[in-house]
């Protein structure tokens, strides 16, 4: 596995959480944990795990999301 990859390296331990702010009380959103590794989970099966991602690519998918090329 390449050296860069976000699985070659520790993950931190204590990461923090948020929804989007305009999910206001719903209950299906996904949960993110930026940093140089992004997490992303589901709020309602957190036990289930998260997907990581290199903080470039997560980037680069929130500015496709926002021009609506996604």
Known sequence: M????P?????PTARQW?????THEQSACVEVSEGP???VRDS???DLGALFFPAVEWAAFVRAAQQEQV
């Open 2 to 5: 390449p050296e860069n990859s």
């Open 7 to 11: 699985i070659s390296r520790p993950l």
């Open 18 to 22: 948020h929804t989007a702010s305009y």
């Open 37 to 39: 590794v992004t997490g």
């Open 44 to 46: 309602k099966n957190r």
